[in-house]
């Protein structure tokens, strides 16, 4: 599209601010805005005027035209009423190979991303973030919403609508006018005019009002649309025909919200129709409504970039909740520990000592700075960090005269470590201490919350965490400077100069105000979360806890585990199984549990770095099992899970008296 390019966009809702915003910032000069609801005419919208009805189009047919009305069927509708040529619209911050091709009238906006020899028609909506992968067929008047992503060889038919932060698996085939939900993930083919939803996505229900409309229909808000339907005004149509029909207007967000509910929880509580059980997952998301609202919320002010003010109210009411000063929103836990270490000093060549049982970020940031990581085993109390050890590894690296840049301690499964030893032991030897809480937000220690221990503390976001914003993190610390040169090298250490000027090398680090609205929406539900997630345990241990050969990971003293995940170790020789043959037997039954972190010393990548002890981790892994945690996991599907553990070593339970049982115990507390 050549700049100066004039353009009129018909359609004055929400979707139609987006392009006009998208146009210009493209160069282009938007001359009018046409929409059929006289009330609108004679305003303006980023100094665009609005002129007047959409049929006057046919007077400005010597001008490239954009067709901006999110509502997939109403756009096929409109483009068939209107016989005049379409312009493609290309965001100059999308991605776009030069191999894949697009239909006339479709739109990729920022940060979208199309891969080699995709193939979109005409009319489609490629939104905000949104990613379509290799050799993808996306049909006409398909809209992908922001933050969904297609794997290769994903066909999508004409009409379909993938909500925000959906994704789809390599090779499936999705029907036309079929509504995937926000935040589903489709592992299967779906059929025509269905809306599928859940994780992994499955039809709740058959629709007819995927069909397109005649071209005298209303044009309504599609979901992720941020338009006139948004919670502030949810029955407000966009204004595109006079005489519309206010009775064919799709349901409000909230009644689709209600309605994907109430069918995820008919479709959990019945047997698929393949006569396998509905998947348990091992630590789902879990929504509410609230996200729902604030994320349009962020689209309605077309804040969208790493910047805006649901990051800073994110990081505002994040810092409040854990009790630290400065808190910084980032894209990834991972990205959070990077920076930590940064910030820290660490440099090529440094040492720095960190848990051997975690997950493999936790190591690989150290060697993102060029420092080699030296690993820890774990005490049996805690599971976490052993800090005699530690003290132990520190008094033989200062007779070296090579003291660690940093220590890394990581809470594991919700549980804070044994800060009253390890701080102390930091402190004496001058070693900064950062803390990877990623998997502990809303644990507490000594009343203290995890992630505040150390100089920083990190959190991850990520789908499988207490609270999620589907993909980021948050770096802590009671120092400003610090903070503030987080989010300077988190932005490309961009300098302060009206050109694009750096003097350090940065990174794109930051989390957007879209994935920020989310993050506010689950963090107002975190203590809830946390009630549940021990719920869960409490459920576990009571109905496991006397079995002969089953142990669970102990809550250490002092302190308040969130139980992110319900973790125990299992003797086969008393139990009669191994861990092994119960993930296997869970897994026939469609319930996913998992075996504890590999430790990094047994890893192949980290196999050369040096490890203090390394017994008790190898032990915990060998043994050690997941149970299913989510905080949305029902009476029934914790009754699955135990009775499938205890068959696997051929015993049995009643599980009647088992939840009475639990029910005492949690009341009790």
């Known amino acids: 599209m050549p700049d100066g390019c004039e353009i009129v966009v018909i359609g004055a809702g929400g979707h139609g ?12 000069s938007v001359v009018a805005i046409l929409d059929d609801d006289p009330a609108l005419w004679g ?41 005049r040529e379409w312009l493609t619209v290309i965001h100059p911050n999308a991605n776009v190979d030069p191999t894949a091709v697009l239909g006339p009238g479709t739109v990729v906006l920022s940060g979208a991303i199309v891969q080699p020899d995709a193939q979109i028609g005409s009319h489609a909506i490629i939104n905000t973030g949104a990613s379509v992968d290799h050799d993808c067929v996306v049909g006409d008047f398909v809209h992908v919403a922001p933050g969904a992503r297609l794997a290769g060889e994903v066909s999508v038919g004409e009409g379909a609508f993938l909500g925000i932060g959906s994704s789809v698996v390599p090779n499936i085939d999705i029907g036309a006018w079929t509504t995937v939900g926000a935040g589903a993930a489709v592992v299967n083919h779906l059929a025509e005019r269905i809306v599928a939803v859940g994780v992994p996505a499955k039809p709740t229900t058959r629709t007819d009002s995927a069909n397109p409309p005649s071209t005298n229909l209303p044009v309504g808000p599609s979901p992720g649309d941020g338009g006139k339907g948004s919670p502030r005004d949810p029955n407000q149509a966009e204004h ?14 909230e009644e689709a919200a209600a309605k994907e509910e109430a069918a995820a929880k008919e479709q959990a509580s019945e047997p698929a129709n393949d006569d396998q059980p509905p998947r348990i997952y ?11 609202e604030l994320l349009l919320d962020a689209f309605d002010s077309n804040w969208i970039a790493p910047l805006g003010p649901h990051v800073d109210a994110f990081e505002k ?3 409040e909740k854990v009790g630290a000063r400065e808190a910084v929103a980032l894209s990834s836990g991972t990205a959070a520990l990077h920076l930590s270490l940064i910030l820290a000093g660490v440099q090529q060549g440094d040492d720095v000592l960190t848990s051997s049982l975690t997950f493999a970020a936790t190591a690989n940031a150290i060697t993102y700075v060029g420092a080699k990581p030296v690993f820890i085993d774990s005490d049996r109390e ?23 840049k940093a220590v890394v301690i990581v809470d594991l499964y919700g549980q804070c470590a044994d800060y009253d030893r390890i701080a102390k032991i930091c402190r004496f030897y001058d070693v900064p201490l950062i803390e990877d809480a990623a998997e502990a937000l809303g644990a507490t220690y ?22 999620t914003t589907s993909g980021g993190g948050m770096l802590v610390t009671d120092q400003k400077e610090l903070a503030d040169k987080a989010r300077f090298l988190a932005t490309q250490a961009r300098d302060p100069a009206p050109h694009y000027q750096h003097s350090e090398i940065g990174y794109n680090y930051r989390m957007s105000n879209l994935l920020a609205a989310v993050g506010r929406g689950q963090l107002a539900e975190l203590d809830s979360r946390v009630n549940q997630r021990r719920a869960n345990f ?8 006397d079995v002969p050969g089953i142990r669970f990971m102990p809550e250490i003293s002092g302190g308040r585990s969130t139980r992110w995940l319900t973790c125990l170790l299992v003797d086969p020789d008393k139990f009669g199984a191994t861990t092994e043959e119960i993930r296997l037997a869970h897994e026939r039954e469609n319930i996913e549990s998992r075996p504890l972190w590999k430790p990094m010393h047994m890893q192949p990548v980290f196999a050369q770095c040096p490890m203090r002890g390394g017994t008790v981790s190898e032990q915990l892994f060998e043994k050690g099992l997941c149970l299913p945690s989510g905080s949305s996991l029902s009476r029934d599907e914790r009754q699955r899970v135990v009775e499938v553990l205890l068959a696997a070593g051929n015993r049995r339970t009643t599980p009647v008296d088992r939840e009475e049982k639990v029910a005492t115990s949690v009341q009790a507390r």
Do not use: C
């Open 317 to 319: 009411e994040f810092a």
């Open 538 to 545: 409490e459920y576990y241990s009571q109905a496991l806890g």
């Open 240 to 253: 595109l025909t006079s005489d519309a029909d206010l009775t064919a207007l799709p349901e409000t967000l």
């Open 17 to 28: 601010k987006v392009i006009v915003r998208a146009l210009q910032e493209s160069g282009a």
């Open 43 to 83: 305003q303006e919208f980023s100094g665009v005027p609005i002129t007047g009805p959409i049929e006057s189009s046919t007077t400005h047919v010597s001008l490239s035209a954009v067709l901006a009305v999110g509502d997939n069927a109403t756009r096929k509708a409109l483009s068939e009423r209107l016989d």
């Open 382 to 404: 805690t599971w976490n960090m052993d800090p005699e050890l530690l003290g132990e590894e520190l008094e033989a690296s200062a007779k070296r005269g090579k003291l660690p």
């Open 446 to 467: 000594r009343g203290k919350s995890a992630g505040t221990f150390g100089s920083f503390g990190v959190f991850s976001f990520n789908g499988n965490k207490i609270i």
């Open 282 to 292: 091992l630590s789902p998301p879990h929504m509410s409504l609230r996200e729902r």
